[in-house]
């Protein structure tokens, strides 16, 4: 069933509800009267499109149910992504998990490009040593991708450089609407290109120079849940893939936040990343890994160093 198949949805309304966010009777099913409202809906209509999703997805198997076992049966695919250190890997419970996203967020430097450069190399490692023997897609939005630093990373794990880069594809992103339709495109050739690793590197540069007034805020947060969403549902649980987002913090408090660390996006990121990483500068090479939030693992911190070779443990602990 399209969403065009529900009372008083034409081409029109359906077009409003795809761009908030609501493309599937599942998620039309689930929205509040409120938020469909909000997208200038009125009320007794929005009233009937919630009540016929919900009939409409009765019995499909699409409904979002599944048993304990087929959740166990997902969960025991998961793989894990070596970031090169083994201290960050026993912080993050073993490496970078598939089915999830990771946000990587600090301040400018603190090594989040850098992590996300080493694990599009070493997602294609065989299982056996840390990788998925898989390949990467890179969204750029900053043009920050540089394949030199994939080579030396690659030679220092005795891959051939070439065979490296040629199973990474990136894409620049040139504004936050071309970004969207970058991690769908991802999700229409993950299968086809043998994909373990979404990388968005960042995540909110462009939504952040776009939306800037507090009148559009609103619009942005629900944009970026949208994007959010589509990189869990299509691509991390759909095709059991890593998802690594980066994101700045902070450097001057605004109108949203009142502590200078926190990660821009703010509840929305928060909320639909499963994991978070926070990273700082300390002495020369070294940085400091902060897990903030996660399902499952104890919060804890660990160092590790950006070295020439890439990233990798810190040899003296002073
Ligand atoms: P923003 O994108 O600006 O927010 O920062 P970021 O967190 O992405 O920083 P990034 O990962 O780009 O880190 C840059 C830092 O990594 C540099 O300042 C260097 O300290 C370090 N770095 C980058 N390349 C090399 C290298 O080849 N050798 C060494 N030793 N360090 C490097
Ligand atoms: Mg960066």
Known sequence: MEIEDLPGVGEKVAEKLREAGFDSMEAIAAASVS???????????????????????????EMGFETGIEALKKRELIGKITTGSEELDKLMGGGIETQAIT?????????????????????????????????????????????????SMAKALKLDPNVVLKNIHIA????????????????EIAEEYNIGLVVVDSLMSHFRAEYTGRGTLADRQQKINKHMHLLQRKLADAHNITIVVTN???????????????????????????????????????????????????????????????????????
């Open 103 to 151: 946000e990587l967020y600090g301040q400018f430097g603190s090594g989040k490009t850098q992590l996300a450069h080493q694990l599009s190399v070493n997602v294609q490692l065989p299982e056996d040593e840390g990788g998925l023997g898989r390949n990467a897609i890179y969204i750029d939005t900053e043009n920050t991708f540089r394949p030199e630093r994939l080579m």
């Open 172 to 187: 620049r992103a040139y504004n936050s609407d071309h970004q969207m339709l970058l991690a769908e495109k991802a999700a």
């Open 248 to 318: 700045q913090v902070m450097s001057k408090p605004d109108t949203f936040f009142a502590d200078p660390t926190a990660p821009v996006g703010g509840h929305i990121v928060g909320h639909t990343s499963t994991f978070r990483l926070y990273l700082r500068k300390s002495k020369g090479d070294k940085r400091v890994a902060k897990l903030v939030d996660s399902p499952s693992l104890p919060e804890g911190e660990c160092v590790f160093e950006v070295t020439g070779n890439g990233i990798q443990d810190s040899k003296n602990k002073d």
């Open 35 to 61: 938020e469909l409202k909000d997208i200038g809906l009125g009320e007794a209509s929005v009233v009937k499109i919630i009540k016929a999703a919900k009939e409409g997805i009765k019995n499909t198997p």
